[in-house]
């Protein structure tokens, strides 16, 4: 077998050093620990990092001439490898769901919240 990095192996070497990358701005939030990323970036880079962990890992194992069937199993790979992990659901729970319900709670709580400066000694004032 030759020494001979050929296309296919190619393709996935990068794909590998991307999803490296991604899974680096992940975790520490900096690119190369150097360079901070937008916070807001980070849910999407995850679930961006699990599909491709799961493309990548498809490709790998493929057949070497491949075909438009092959792309297409490595997309169904990288949407299980997407459903299945925790932490991108989690990411993106936490980023877009949860700040809008604890908004809707602080704004019902305030709405409760009786201004001090309309209290008297015996009661609310009207």
């Not at 790979?77 to 980023?95: D, M, R, Y």
């Not at 001090?116 to 000694?121: D, K, M, N, S, T």
């Amino acid at each position: 077998m030759p020494n001979v990095i050929t296309g296919p192996v190619a393709v996935v070497m990068v794909l590998s050093f991307l999803l490296g990358i991604v899974t680096q701005l992940v975790k520490t939030g900096l690119l190369f620990n150097q360079y901070p990323v937008p916070q807001k970036w980070l849910p999407h880079l995850a679930v961006f990092g699990s599909f491709l962990a799961g493309f990548a890992t498809s490709l790998g194992g493929a057949a070497s001439p491949w075909t438009g069937w092959t792309f297409f199993v490595a997309g169904l790979a990288g949407g299980s490898a997407l459903l299945a992990t925790t932490p991108a659901g989690l990411a993106t729970f936490a980023h877009h769901v949860v700040p809008d319900q604890v908004r809707a709670m602080r704004a019902a709580r305030l709405k409760d919240k009786v201004d001090p400066a309309r209290v008297l000694i015996g009661g609310v004032a009207p």
